[in-house]
């Protein structure tokens, strides 16, 4: 049985790669067939050819490449299917990647896709680029990631894309009013600005002629001080403000912004003054030690939080502190009283998190609404193993916290155990997990994409 198992699933790997027998025409299976011959039977091919370019488009370059030696009629459908070109999936040596680039570039038939250019790379490279940039073989391209353009001007070519974008990362480029002016982005639903400048009216200018914008990264840009936002649709805005060169920006303003769920301040070195004065959908903050929320009239300084009324649409909050402190946290919680999700990253331990007397009025009269707690960066000291009995004895409705450590052994498990007060814990069906800690910060622009596209951050 175990060598028949293994002969079954040798001929169905076999097939993958030799390219199966397309299904019959009729649609209809051999009565007299046995399963493993249908096992064999080649459903995909048979597909339409438009949603085979689209499944193609969606795979890397090599990837792509490689459907050519499938089947039969797989063989043209990469270079005409919508093309998805990537310089890291390439691996070719740098003084080859170039010609390699322009080879699938000048045979490519179809449109684009996806253009992503690396982020170090010599001048017959760059020459790569403008030419790819050119090519037919971009058109109506969806997704752009020019990831280092060494402070230059943005090649114009950029802009022909501009009614068929979708997606754009723009890094370490220079964008002057001239060439950023009347230039309308239609379908553009993700923006990430990185290490750019632009100034603080083509910067207006440039979001209010995306009227599809959904999610907008500001990644350590300069040029404007203030950022004013009017958009009807955007869901999610992060901020990265520090710069080594001015000027930076200084003030985020929300106007109106019906549809925002999402605002994340990104930076714990420099400080930010975000005015929220209409978005009544806001549910998510991410905020540091470096934060001042305006809420309306309501003033908010992370680093003393003092408030009369709580702000009760705040349903998840991320703060990034230098050092664990427990006293900003029950503050925050009196300010964001309605608190479902806590995301917690810290690189120091605190000195001191005892609560027990400091805190004795407290206990029993905050209601703390909490269902999930994620404390990232976790070193298992009597700071942390304080700050983490306080929930598990207080919060009645927590389900689960997240402990991310380093690395753990069964010992240290062991004794981390022994520390916290699991058995006593408010909520009944709470549950306590470590996990190895999440490498990613809140500045990762990659994190962020996946958090706007999945709002799985948390």
Excluded at 23 to 44: F, H, K, Q, W, Y
Excluded at 117 to 130: C, D, G, L, N, R
Excluded at 176 to 195: S, Y
Excluded at 241 to 267: C, F, K, Q, V
Aim: net charge positive.
């Amino acid at each position: 049985m175990e060598a028949d198992g293994g002969t079954s699933t040798r001929k169905r790997k076999s097939a993958v790669l030799e390219g199966c027998r397309p299904a019959p025409a009729t649609g209809a299976a051999d009565p007299g067939s046995g399963g493993a011959d249908e096992d064999l039977v080649d459903r995909i091919s048979s597909l339409p050819i438009e949603i085979l370019g689209e499944i193609i488009s969606l795979l890397p370059t090599k990837q792509g490449a490689r459907t050519q030696v499938v089947a039969s009629r797989w063989r043209g459908l990469w270079r005409s299917s919508p093309l998805n070109l990537d310089f890291d999936h390439i691996t070719a040596h740098w003084y080859k990647l170039s010609h390699v680039v322009l080879g699938i570039i000048k045979s490519h038939q179809g449109g684009g896709r996806r253009f992503c250019t690396p982020y170090m790379y010599t001048i017959h490279v760059k020459h790569a680029i403008e030419a790819c940039l050119l090519s037919p073989a971009l058109n109506n391209l969806r997704e752009l990631e020019l990831s280092n353009w060494e402070g230059q001007p943005i090649p114009a070519s950029v802009f022909r894309f501009s009614p068929t974008l979708c997606v754009a990362h723009i890094g370490h480029c220079s964008l002057p009013d001239a060439t950023v002016q009347g230039i309308q982005f239609p379908l553009l639903k993700q923006l990430r600005l990185v290490h750019s400048s632009i100034s603080e009216g083509s910067l207006h200018r440039m979001i209010a002629d995306c009227p599809s914008l959904v999610c907008l990264l500001i990644y350590s840009c300069t040029g404007s001080r203030s950022v004013r936002i009017n958009s009807p649709v955007l869901t999610s805005i992060g901020v990265k403000n520090y710069s080594a060169d001015t000027p930076m920006l200084e003030e985020l303003i929300i106007e109106s912004a019906p549809r925002l769920e999402s605002l994340l301040h990104l930076d714990e070195h420099q400080g930010l003054r975000v005015s929220v004065l209409s978005a009544p959908k806001l549910e998510t903050i991410g905020c540091t030690n470096a934060t001042r929320l305006v809420f309306g009239s309501t003033e908010i300084q992370v680093r003393n939080c003092g408030l009369g009324t709580g702000l009760c649409t705040i349903k998840c909050l991320a703060l990034s502190m230098c050092t664990l402190s427990l006293d900003m946290v029950i503050e925050l919680l009196r300010c964001f009283p309605c608190l479902e999700k806590l995301y917690i990253q810290c690189n120091t331990p605190a000195k001191s998190n005892v609560w027990r007397r400091k805190h004795r009025n407290l206990i029993g009269h905050l209601d703390i609404p909490l269902k999930r707690v994620v404390l990232n960066f976790y070193w298992g000291t009597k700071s942390d193993v304080d700050f983490v009995n306080f929930f598990a004895l207080n919060a009645g409705r927590l389900e689960t916290m997240t402990l991310m450590v380093n690395t753990y052994t069964e010992e240290f498990l062991a004794k981390q155990r022994q520390k916290l007060q699991l058995e006593n814990m408010a909520s009944n069906g709470a549950r306590l997990n470590f996990t190895t800690y999440c490498r990613h910060t809140f500045a990762d622009i990659k994190y962020f994409h996946d958090y706007c596209v999945c709002k799985n951050y948390f």
